[in-house]
Every structure is written in C-alpha cells, then in structure tokens.
C-alpha cells in the first residue's frame, strides 16, 4: 500500500501542476496580458522574448529543475499580483518563466494519461473563466501559480522518461508548425470578430467543454494511428469553412475538437524526443504562436487560407509517392515484353 502511495502521489502532483501552469499559460500569457494590451506588438513583444530565451537557456541548466522550478513558479507567483499592469521587464519576466518551465515539464511526462486528464481540466477552467476580463484575472493568475507551485515540491521533476532516442522528420516538424500557426491565426482573429465569438460568450460555454473533452478521448485513442496527419489537415480545412461561411454552432462544436486532437499528437511527439530536439520544437512554437497572432493582426484571413493550402500542397506531396525510373521501367516491360517488342 505504501508502494503504491509512493507512486501515486508524484503522478497526481505533476498532474496539477501541469494542469495549472497550461491554464496559466492560456488565461494569462495567452489570453490576459493579450487582451490587456490591446494587442499592441509594441508593449507585449517582450513576452515572446522572454520566452524564446528561457526555452534556449534551459537546454544547458533543465538537469537542475528539481530545484528550478520551484524557484522559477515562486516567481511566477510574485509576478502574478501586478500581471494585468506589468511593465516591459515584468513582462519579460513572465515570458521567460514560461519558455524555462514549459519543456522542462514536458520531459517529465512519463505516464501520458495523466498529462491528458491535465490538458482535460485546462481546457475546461480556462474555457468556464474565458469572460472574465483580463484586466480581472488577477486572482486566477495567483490561485494558479499557488496550485503549481505547491504541486512542484511532489512532483518528482527530476524523474526521466525512458525511451528518449527518437527523431523528427522535417515533415512532421513542419507539419506540426503549421498546426499551431492555422490554430493561433484563427483564435486570434475569432477573439477579435464580435460577430463570430466563441470563448467569452456565455452560449456556447458547454458546448466548447464537451468538444475538447470529446477531442481529448478521441485523440488520446487515436494517438498512434497513422493517418492523424490526414485527418488533422481535413479537421483545418472543415474548421476554416465553417469560419468563412460564419456558421458559429458548428464552429464552436468542430473547432475545440480540433485543438484538443492536435495538441495531444504534438505532446505524444514531444514526448519521445530528447531535450535538445524538445527545445528546438518548443521554439519554433512560440513562432508559429506569433506569427499566428501576426496574420491576424493584418486583417487579411485569405493569408491563414494560403497557409492552409500550404500544408495540404505539403501533405499531399508526401503521401503522393512519385514513381521511381525503376518502377516506371518495371511497368513499361510488363505493358509491353521483350517478346511483342522484337515483332
């Protein structure tokens, strides 16, 4: 029995704590300070600063986090109580926190369930607490930060995961690119069109909670399948439609299906990678997160659609597999043998 305890509690710990500081992540960093600002790349770039230099400074100190994180969710916490009026270094701050902690807990996911139930009680506390206004989610930021860093002291941080020596094509890499940068494109542009709102309108509150619950369960099944990548580019191209034809229930029914479903195959990914790769992924993230922010801030969506044909062009160039000159020669002397040649 204290066996099992021994092993329970840092699994139920981590859980938290992941919950917690993804929540974070969406209601605050992404969301909140966002919101706060007006978007206005000129007060919030240094966030994506921060966050770009923590995810590269944690290649060389990520082996101390047992005691880092705490450290670095203490801070967290400090920081929270000023958040929604944080200057440029505070903001900074913030950022860097995140890029620091992010792939560090990340690698220390060894039981993917309980990052999935994690990802479960995220989405559904950030999607009921989404109205709030930003300038309002101060004590959000501080019951969170409270509940991760509590969590990090049972959490095991140091644990490793086994099973670390795998690769990334460059077609998943970009492909999972891609993914976050249609998704950021289309949140980014949804929370700035009055007509077409989802999060923060108390109508399809349920609604969005019960499909990323439901993409949850599917992905989680479907993690290994081998066409994930087909079904997730004809899940962008029905989400994008639905979009454009301004049909708002089916929008909030598909679309956070298809955020749960692909951030679970990014996470079964990252997952198997080793730290350095890990952190590589994680930056080209935070772009792809920005520059989703970028199109939508130009006001021009027949960009997201352009990238969109991007991927599916890219997709279909490598499931399409072009006859080699062996094979084609191969063909050639079945259609017609040496025989019938020679008449």
């Known amino acids: 029995m204290r066996d099992i305890t021994k092993i329970q509690i840092p699994n139920i710990a981590f859980f938290f704590l992941f919950a917690s500081e993804f929540t974070f992540y969406l209601l605050i960093l992404q969301t ?36 880092l994180i705490p450290l670095l969710l203490f801070s967290q916490l400090v920081l929270s109580l000023n958040y929604a009026h944080a200057n440029g270094i505070e903001l900074f701050l913030l950022g860097l926190i995140s890029g620091l902690t992010a792939p560090m807990l990340i690698a220390r996911i060894d039981r993917f369930w309980v990052v999935v139930v994690a990802l479960a009680l995220s989405y559904t506390y950030g999607t009921y607490y989404f109205d709030v206004p930003a300038y309002q989610r ?15 002291f049972f959490s095991q941080i140091h644990r490793i995961k086994r099973n670390t020596a ?14 976050l940068l ?48 087909t079904l997730l580019l004809s899940l962008f191209v029905l989400t994008y439609t639905l979009y454009t034809l301004e049909w708002q229930w089916g929008l909030s029914i598909v679309y ?10 990014i996470l079964r990914v990252l997952i ?72």
């Open 32 to 67: 909140g300070i966002v919101e706060y600002h007006h978007s206005v790349m000129a007060e919030i770039w240094m966030v994506p600063v921060g966050g770009v230099l923590g995810i590269v400074a944690s290649i060389f100190i990520h082996k101390e986090r047992q005691w």
């Open 138 to 152: 101060t004590d959000i930021a501080l019951f969170l930060s409270a509940v991760a860093l509590s969590a990090s």
């Open 166 to 179: 795998y690769s990334i094509s460059l077609y998943s890499a970009g492909s999972i690119f891609l993914w």
């Open 182 to 229: 249609l998704d950021a494109a289309l949140f980014e542009t949804l929370s700035r069109d009055s007509a077409m709102l989802l999060w923060g309108d108390n109508t399809f509150t349920w609604v969005i909670i019960i499909s990323h619950l439901i993409g949850l369960i599917v992905a989680y099944k479907a993690r290994d399948w081998k066409h994930n990548n």
């Open 256 to 265: 956070p299906f298809v955020i749960s479903y692909y951030n679970v195959i």
């Open 272 to 343: 198997r990678l080793p730290y350095v790769l890990l952190a590589v992924m994680a930056l080209s993230l935070w772009a792809a997160s920005g520059l989703g922010l970028l199109v939508s801030l130009s006001g021009s969506f027949v960009i997201a659609w352009a990238i969109l044909t991007l991927l599916a062009m890219i997709h279909i160039g490598k499931t399409v597999e072009v006859p080699s000159l062996k094979t084609v020669g191969n063909i050639f002397s079945l259609l017609f043998p040496p025989s019938s040649r020679s008449l």
